[in-house]
């Protein structure tokens, strides 16, 4: 009895937001114009999306950052590119934050590491996006936009999935690689997969082979799932060609197979 209560109320809620964030036919096409790696996505799939991001901008608090502006295309763009991840998943998946944080260009950020000898070391990163635990998101919209991809393929670079595909891995409290799984067994299955594949990526990107993911998803198992996040989206043949089991562990969480479109 509570649990039709409960989805009834939910129910309600959503329709609520639904109407109060309807994305518009024009504003929808042309965001979609935009994102390539969605133009064979059949139309079903298309509307629960649309659907979602209606949910998403309902539910997310967007600010702009040193005067930059956020507006429906910037909004929507962002809702878009998250959503896809958890179209079958769900968005409550991304119910532990609200904010999200953009700049209009990357941020540079002033880091400091000890090392082993007790020696600080500065340094200055600059980043196209960071997801914190608990929020907020940030995102670069120049990077956004993948204007300033000259570093990666621009085929395969999507922020948007990268820093989401984050919020995924942290929700069992920990950046590892390892997103929130039902039971011990599944994760000793999960690691099973991701730690050979890590492995050997890491020994193509030492002996200077090109790779599909790019090669700064060497630098810890939480980066590669993020980078094989994006090109699990945005280049899925040439992933699922080069690491099929990769493919397969992703196409099995995502419950998605974006390489048959
Ligand atoms: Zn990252």
Request: hydrophobic share 45%; with cysteine; glycine share 6%.
């Amino acid at each position: 009895m509570i649990a039709r209560w409960w989805a009834a109320l939910r129910q309600r809620r959503d329709q609520r937001s639904l109407e109060r964030r309807a994305i518009g036919d024009e504003l929808w096409h042309s965001t979609l114009a935009t994102l390539p790696f969605l133009a064979n996505r059949p139309v079903p799939d298309l509307a629960r999306l649309r659907r979602m991001a209606s949910l998403f901008l309902d539910r997310k608090e967007f600010s702009g950052a040193g005067g930059f502006v956020v507006d429906d295309t910037t909004a929507l763009s962002v809702a878009v590119q998250a959503c896809l991840p958890v179209l079958e998943l769900g968005i409550d998946q991304y119910d532990a934050f609200v904010g999200i944080v953009m700049h209009a260009d990357a941020v540079v950020a002033e880091r400091e590491v000890t090392d082993e000898d007790g020696v600080v070391h500065r340094y200055d990163e600059v980043l196209a996006g960071e997801a914190m635990e608990g929020g907020p998101v940030m995102l670069s919209w120049a990077d956004v936009l993948g204007a300033d991809s000259t570093e990666r393929p621009a085929t395969a670079y999507n922020v948007v999935i990268h820093e989401f595909a984050h919020v995924l891995d942290m929700r069992d409290g920990q950046p590892d690689g390892v997103p929130l799984l039902s039971s011990a067994k599944e994760r000793e299955a999960w690691l099973q997969v991701l730690t050979p594949e890590y492995d050997r990526f890491c020994e193509r990107v030492v002996c200077g082979y090109e790779t599909v993911l790019d090669a700064y998803a060497a630098e810890s198992p939480d980066e590669f799932f993020a980078v094989a996040s994006e090109a699990f989206f945005v280049t899925p043949q040439a992933l699922k060609e080069e690491q099929p089991a990769l493919y397969r562990l992703l196409a099995s969480y995502f419950r998605q197979d974006p390489a048959a479109y």
